[in-house]
C-alpha cells in the first residue's frame, strides 16, 4: 500500500506539505473514533472539559491518553499516571532514532516541532518519503504537513466527543476504538514483502501475547525489540531473500 | 482547571516531549552504526503488530482466540482486503464494517 506513492511529484515547501497532510487522511479517518471517545471518556473519568482539551493540546498521544483516564477514573496518583504515560510512550524513542538521519542537519526549531508532533501514524507516513530515492530537499514539510493533519484532526475530534458525548450515552462501549486496529492492520500490509518483515511481525505479535501481563504495557516495547532482532537475524542469515524485493 | 490537572498535563507532555526530542536534539552530532539503521527498518512493522495483536486478541487479561470476537473477524477482514487490494481507506472501512456487523449479529 504506497501511503507516498505520488510524493515523488511534489518539490515546493508547500507541496510537500500537502502531499504529507493528503496522505495522511486514511489514518486519519482511523483516528476520528478514538480522539471522539477520548473526549467522551474524558468527562466520566473525573477530567474536566478544559483539562481534556488542555490534555489533547500539550500531551497529543492517544494511547497514553486512554490510559491516564482509565487510572485517573481508579483514583490513582499523579506520579503514577506521569511514570506510565512516559512507559506507553517509550517507542516514541524508536521513531525519533529512526528519524535521526533524515533531521539532523535541521535546525532545532524544526526538530523540537517535529518532535512534539511524532505520533505513531505520521511517523509511518514520513519514514516512507523519507526512503524514496528522489533528492527533495523538503521531505521534512512532507512530515510537518502530516504532522499538522493528525494533530488539527485530534483537537476537533477531542472536543466533539467532549460536546457530543453528553448526548451519546455508551459511546465508548460500541467498540468504535477498533478503527485503530483497522488502521494498523493497513499500516503493517505493505511491509509484509520480505521473509526478515514477515519473521519481525510474527514474532513481535506472539512476544506481545506471551509479555501481555507485564504492567504499563510494557509488552508493547519488549515485543517490538524481540520483532526487531529477529528481522535483523533473519536478514543477516538469508541474504539472498532479502535482497531480491 | 484545578492545581492537580495542570500538574497532571503538565507532567504528562514533559514525560512525553522527554522521549521524542532528546535524540533528535542531539542528532547533528550522532554518527549511527549500520546494524542500528538496519534494525531500524524493522521498527514500523514491529511496533504496528506489538499494539495491534493484543488489541485483538487479549479481553480483560484473557485470550479469546474463537470466531465470535468481533475484533478476530474485523482482523481478518482487514487483513484479506488489504493484502488483495492494497489500500489503506479501503482496509480501515471493511475492516471496520466487518467488526460492527459482526459485533450487531452477535449481541
Keep these: 500500500m504506497a501511503i507516498a506513492a505520488d510524493a515523488h511529484l511534489k518539490t515546493s515547501p508547500w507541496r510537500e506539505f500537502w502531499a504529507g497532510a493528503r496522505q495522511t487522511i486514511p489514518l486519519i479517518v482511523g483516528a476520528i473514533p478514538f480522539g471522539i471517545i477520548f473526549g467522551t471518556l474524558a468527562q466520566t473519568s473525573g477530567l474536566s472539559m478544559p483539562g481534556a482539551a488542555a490534555m489533547s493540546a500539550c500531551v497529543f498521544a492517544g494511547s497514553s491518553q486512554f490510559i491516564a483516564l482509565g487510572l485517573l477514573a481508579t483514583g490513582s496518583p499523579i506520579g503514577i499516571i506521569v511514570l506510565t504515560t512516559w512507559v506507553v510512550n517509550l517507542r516514541h524513542l524508536l521513531y525519533a532514532v529512526g528519524l535521526v538521519p533524515y533531521l539532523q542537519n535541521l535546525g532545532q526549531g524544526w526538530k523540537a516541532a517535529l518532535a512534539f508532533w511524532l505520533t505513531d501514524e505520521t511517523f509511518m507516513v514520513a519514514i516512507q518519503r523519507y526512503q524514496q530515492p528522489d533528492p527533495s530537499p523538503y521531505k521534512h514539510w512532507f512530515q510537518l504537513g502530516s504532522a499538522l493533519a493528525m494533530y488539527i484532526n485530534w483537537q476537533l475530534c477531542t472536543w466533539l466527543g467532549l460536546t457530543l458525548g453528553q448526548t451519546l450515552p455508551n459511546a465508548a462501549n460500541w467498540g468504535l476504538d477498533f478503527a485503530m486496529v483497522a488502521t494498523f492492520i493497513g499500516m503493517t500490509i505493505p511491509y509484509l514483502k520480505t521473509r526478515p518483515m514477515v519473521a519481525t511481525v510474527v514474532v513481535a505479535g506472539i512476544t506481545a501475547l506471551l509479555a501481555r501481563s507485564l504492567p504499563h504495557q510494557l509488552g508493547i516495547m519488549v515485543a517490538a525489540i524481540a520483532g526487531i532482532l529477529v528481522g535483523v537475524l533473519v536478514e543477516t542469515t538469508h541474504k539472498p531473500e532479502a535482497s531480491h524485493s | ?107
Design chain 2, 1 to 107: 482547571m484545578n492545581h492537580s490537572e495542570w500538574l497532571l498535563i503538565g507532567g504528562m507532555a514533559l514525560v512525553t516531549f522527554g522521549i521524542r526530542y532528546p535524540v533528535l536534539a542531539m542528532s547533528g552530532r550522532l554518527r549511527l552504526p549500520p546494524r542500528l539503521l538496519q534494525a531500524l527498518n524493522y521498527v514500523p512493522p514491529a511496533v504496528l503488530t506489538a499494539i495491534v495483536i493484543p488489541a485483538i486478541f487479549v479481553e480483560s487479561g484473557d485470550l479469546w482466540f474463537g470466531w465470535q470476537n468481533p475484533r478476530l473477524v474485523g482482523a481478518i477482514a482487514a487483513l484479506a482486503i488489504g493484502l488483495w487490494r492494497q489500500n489503506l481507506l479501503l482496509t480501515i472501512v471493511v475492516g471496520m464494517s466487518a467488526f460492527l456487523l459482526w459485533q450487531l449479529l452477535l449481541s
